[in-house]
């Protein structure tokens, strides 16, 4: 099964309003981490957000926020006020618990949503 | 955040040479980093992983003796590509996990890519 799922394979936004892209994961761990990342066509991969399990509040950074609802097991990322610069690709990544036989730090990604601002 | 750098950050190549990339933190140590492969429009595909000091840990599927990872110490891991054929051409990004303890928020960093073409 995927652990990490990102069904928009596109979406568009006019510039300045907000957009929204889905994020769903699948772990039995109580310990996880979810993150979003940014890859604009130079190929960087550029950390925009984190979310811990335990964190009660979602997260936020600027722009972006994290909308998590853990019964649901859904990541979604806001970006608000949306800026022809947000055009890029965008992966959400989940990193599991310490588990044994699992490799401390790998990251799950979807296959992500490619997000196109227009003006 | 902490930075980490690939070299070449682009290679063409004739087909039947190896090629080698370098992966390096900047200023931290890296216990451990992550070799991945990215195909046009796809998700990363994680190749391996590198822990300094001993043998790499290959996915499923991934050729041990096709694709060499080194990570001869605590800032530097390579990856080889051995008689590299063009189905290989891809991009390939390398993660570096910060060694430090505990389970925090933005602890992998990520190269900017390497852009193999093999002709």
């Known amino acids: 099964a995927q652990k990490i799922t990102q069904t928009q394979p596109g979406m568009f936004v006019q510039e300045k309003e907000a957009v929204t892209l889905d994020c769903t994961y699948d772990t039995s761990d109580q310990s996880y981490g979810l993150f979003w990342y940014k890859q604009p066509s130079s190929g960087e991969m550029i950390f925009l957000i984190y979310q811990g399990s335990y964190d009660e509040q979602n997260a936020t950074e600027g722009r972006y926020s994290l909308n998590f609802q853990k019964a649901r097991k859904s990541a979604n990322l806001v970006i608000s006020a949306s800026q022809l610069g947000d055009s890029a690709m965008y992966f959400c990544a989940m990193r599991e618990g310490p588990r044994r036989g699992s490799t401390l730090g790998r990251l799950y990604f979807g296959r992500g949503t490619q997000l196109t601002v227009w003006p | 955040g902490a930075v980490v750098s690939q070299h070449p950050s682009w290679v063409i190549c004739k087909s039947g040479t190896s090629v080698k990339i370098e992966c390096r933190s900047l200023?931290?140590?890296?216990?451990?980093m992550f070799w991945y492969r990215q195909f046009p429009k796809q998700s990363l595909m994680l190749m391996a992983t590198s822990n300094e000091g001993s043998k790499a840990t290959y996915e499923q599927g991934v050729e041990k003796d096709k694709f060499l990872i080194n990570h001869a110490s605590l800032t530097l891991s390579t990856l080889t590509v051995t008689s590299a054929h063009p189905e290989d051409s891809s991009f390939y990004i390398c993660?570096?996990?910060?060694?430090?303890?505990?389970?925090?928020?933005?602890?992998?960093?990520f190269g900017p890519g390497t852009r193999l073409t093999v002709l």
């Open positions: 993660s570096a996990r910060e060694n430090r303890g505990g389970s925090r928020s933005n602890e992998q960093f």
């Open positions: 200023d931290f140590q890296a216990t451990t």
